[in-house]
């Protein structure tokens, strides 16, 4: 008796792949943000302040070189010179000019008047800047400190080492996270208040600037030209050329 062999059924169905599943791995990545310690902050925190002081030494062994901290003792005269230069260190300092870092106390004390009047509009604006984000990290760093560093450390969830003073260490829907939000808000009005100021400030001072009779014409009233050609890239050449655009009495220097 025969049988007939059993017939084969065609597929269309393709291989089949495994589901992705996570597999713990024994290999350390270095930069996995979970593992970071106080022994790497204070690592940091070494390297910089070695930075710091050796930039600070360098400052202090080679800030008597005028040609480089001081080129308007070498480049101007007169009374332009007695209104755009600082008064003498050694006058000012006396016999504490001797000691090291001294300058920095002296820096500390010179008056924003004074100082605007030295560097000009512009670099004053800038040092203003910088100083503005020092006053209000400063405000944080105390926020950060009082508040956000004794809520974090007393959060539900035990992390260890850097995280420990972090939002990481807060449950999901905790109350505590009510005091992060609360320093957002607080500390964008502050910044945003700041900045009013001293874009308030910023245009007082350019239009007392402007209305003055200062004589340094160039210094209020320069443009960039860009791309000269190659037979006017002189001083006397540049002038004739717009002198004879614009007029001889419009035309201060080139």
Not at 116 to 134: E, K, P, Q, S
Request: with cysteine; hydrophobic share 45%.
């Amino acid at each position: 008796m025969a049988s007939a062999a059993p017939s084969s059924v065609p597929t269309t169905a393709g291989p089949t792949t495994a589901a992705p599943t996570y597999k713990p791995t024994s290999s350390k990545n270095p930069f996995n943000a979970s593992t970071v310690e106080w022994p790497e902050i204070v690592t940091t925190l070494e390297v910089t302040s070695f930075l710091l002081v050796v930039l600070v030494l360098l400052f202090e062994v080679k800030r008597h070189r005028k040609s480089v901290y001081a080129p308007r003792l070498r480049h101007y005269e007169g009374a332009e010179r007695e209104a755009r230069t600082p008064r003498d260190p050694a006058v000012l300092m006396g016999g504490w000019r001797k000691w090291p870092l001294a300058w920095a106390w002296l820096a500390c004390r010179v008056p924003d008047d004074e100082m605007r009047r030295m560097i000009g509009l512009d670099a004053f604006m800038a040092y203003r800047f910088l100083r503005m984000w020092r006053g209000l990290f400063l405000r944080g760093v105390v926020f950060g400190t009082v508040v956000l560093a004794p809520t974090y450390k007393t959060g539900a969830r035990s992390e260890g080492g850097f995280y420990e003073l972090t939002m990481r260490n807060l449950k999901k829907g905790s109350p505590r996270l009510w005091a992060p939000v609360c320093f957002a808000y607080f500390w964008t009005l502050l910044v945003a208040r700041a900045v009013e100021d001293e874009a308030a400030r910023y245009a007082r001072w350019r239009r007392a600037y402007l209305a003055t009779d200062a004589s340094d014409v160039q210094a209020r009233c320069s443009v960039i030209v860009e791309r000269v050609p190659q037979s006017l890239r002189s001083d006397e050449a540049l002038k004739a050329y717009f002198a004879e655009l614009f007029g001889e009495d419009r035309v201060f220097a080139a």
